[in-house]
């Protein structure tokens, strides 16, 4: 963005140098009376006039005449000028079209397109035949052969077939299992039973029974194939799987009791051999804190071996138990503590009335990963570190008393003395002030002096230090807002300002002309009243 000056420039007859004029490709809007810019559509300085702009020229224009002429082995046409100024437009061709130098002043133009004649004749072709030319009138015929026919409507030609994909088959070969042909014209197919690849081997043995769905069954004893009632095969007629069976989720039903070892089982033999056989038979969680599932109320359907494992902590009949805990019941449908068996797996801690596992303090005892106990260094080991002159309390004399004196406003303690861990005396020494020299005991400056500036031995605290910091600042800068040319006092009381202006709205700095015209005042003169409010800033740059 480029620096604003809102008051007329004097350079005081001193030179411009190195400046370019603005170059724009349309006039500005809003010209004053003698502003310039440069026009980079036409190359010229433009000068507003106070009605318009107009062109700015070197010297008087002395072009009255023009001649045209083409300059030697080029295909440029030259306009030469009556002050010896010339422009040349140059031309030429493109695609098919060229041009060419033909003299001092001519260019001839040429295409090589060659879009005009006249169609002497036609002559049709097909396939096979020759056809007739047609040189200035006459007809091309399309004519429908065998099975083909034509039609036309205006300049429409319709082309026909009339086949129809009929004919007569001539041949019919006999395939696997069949014998009487070929048939080429009459005679009979029928089906080979002493074929090797059939399976119907007697059309006499063929039986149709009723009453169901049949399967087609090879007998091994005659050779013959029968129709079979598909819900009249047994299992036992099939061969053994040599894979795995799938019963496809349903269930094997009307077996019998197992005997050898590897006989199926059925869900009465397992319930009546292990329910209540005492062998251990996991039954899931139990809350005891609900009783859920009920295991305390008889009489029930639990037998003996069954097995729970406590999910949520609760009264088993009188006995607590804890999640983690397992009860297994000794005999079938239990109705007491006694019939069951509790393995605990949570055990509390001891107290004065209940019987736990023992804790020891950290403080005091340690625990090895075996479950050692010993006491700490450090720890009370009873009857021997109690005996004698032992006293845990640790006390202060009252004289203690480490406030300010006259001297540094501080005393440290040096030494104590104890008596049976009581402090009965100390000494103390006072500390030191602080200096440039010497680290000690600092004092905080009051207002006044930080203000004043002339104590060596104190220190200034961040309150005091920002206060005098901006005070300074206030003291030695001024600002204010002005509309237009004016006096602008400051009372900074010196010549030595610095004075800096910007527009209001847009923020930008901007220029005026600034005379100092006293000690507390300046002049800020505009060439014209500013478009935006100006902000002064006045900063003293003495001491």
Do not use: C
């Not at 021997?384 to 202060?396: A, C, L, M």
């Not at 203000?451 to 910091?469: M, W």
């Amino acid at each position: 963005m480029a620096i604003r000056y809102i008051n007329d420039l004097n350079l005081s007859n001193s030179k411009l140098q190195n400046a370019v004029i603005d170059p724009l490709s349309s006039a500005p809007s809003g010209a004053l009376e003698g502003q310039i810019y440069y026009d980079t559509n036409t190359d010229k300085l433009q000068l507003y006039t106070g009605s318009g702009w107009v062109p700015i020229q070197s010297g008087n224009e002395l072009n009255t005449t023009y001649t045209f002429n083409v300059p030697t082995s080029t295909t440029t046409l030259r306009l030469s000028g009556s002050d010896a100024t010339t422009n040349d437009v140059a031309i030429t061709g493109s695609g098919t079209t060229t041009v060419t130098r033909t003299s001092a002043t001519e260019l001839t133009i040429s295409s090589a397109d060659q879009y005009t004649g006249t169609v002497t004749s036609i002559t049709p072709a097909a396939d096979n035949g020759s056809g007739s030319a047609i040189t200035a009138s006459g007809t091309i015929s399309i004519l429908g052969g065998t099975n083909i026919t034509t039609s036309i409507t205006g300049t429409t030609v319709t082309i026909n077939s009339t086949d129809q994909f009929v004919g007569t088959v001539t041949n019919i070969a006999t395939g696997a299992g069949l014998i009487g042909g070929p048939i080429t014209t009459t005679g009979t197919i029928s089906p080979n039973y002493s074929g090797s690849s059939n399976i119907i081997l007697s059309s006499g043995a063929l039986v149709t029974p009723v009453g169901g769905d049949t399967l087609m069954v090879s007998s091994a004893s005659t050779g013959n194939v029968h129709n079979a009632l598909i819900n009249t095969l047994s299992l036992s007629s099939l061969a053994s799987p040599i894979a795995d069976l799938s019963v496809n989720n349903y269930k094997i039903i009307n077996l019998v009791d197992p005997t050898a070892t590897q006989d199926a089982a059925t869900k009465n033999y397992v319930d009546t051999t292990f329910a209540g056989s005492g062998a251990l038979i996991y039954q899931g969680g139990y809350n005891a804190s609900t009783n859920s599932p009920n295991l305390t109320t008889s009489p029930n359907s639990i037998k003996k071996g069954w097995t729970y494992t406590v999910t949520v902590d609760g009264t088993f009949f009188t006995e607590q138990v804890r999640v983690g805990d397992v009860l297994i019941a000794n005999s079938d449908n239990p109705s007491a503590l006694s019939d069951w068996t509790t393995v605990q797996n949570n055990i509390d801690l001891a107290s004065t009335t209940t019987v736990g596992i023992a804790s020891f303090s950290s403080d005091n005892f340690a625990v090895s990963a075996a479950g050692e106990v010993t006491i700490k260094n450090g720890g009370v080991e009873l009857g021997v570190e109690t005996t004698g002159s032992y006293n845990p309390t640790v006390g202060t004399d009252t004289d203690i008393d480490v406030g300010n004196n006259t001297t540094s406003g501080i005393d440290i303690i040096n030494t104590i003395s104890l008596t049976d861990g009581v402090i009965t005396s100390f000494t103390t020494e006072t500390a030191q002030s602080a200096s440039e020299t010497n680290p000690g005991v600092i004092l905080i400056a009051s207002n006044a002096e930080a203000t004043a500036g002339s104590n060596t031995t104190k220190a200034v605290n961040p309150f005091q230090l920002i206060s005098n910091i901006n005070s300074g600042h206030t003291s030695r800068g001024y600002a204010t807002t002005i509309t237009a040319s004016g006096t602008v006092t400051h009372n900074l009381n010196t010549f030595d300002v610095m004075v800096q202006l910007y527009d209001t709205v847009i923020n930008d700095t901007v220029y005026a002309e600034v005379v100092r015209t006293g000690n507390n005042t300046i002049n800020v003169i505009f060439g014209a009243t500013p478009a935006n409010s100006i902000r002064v800033l006045v900063t003293s740059v003495g001491i």
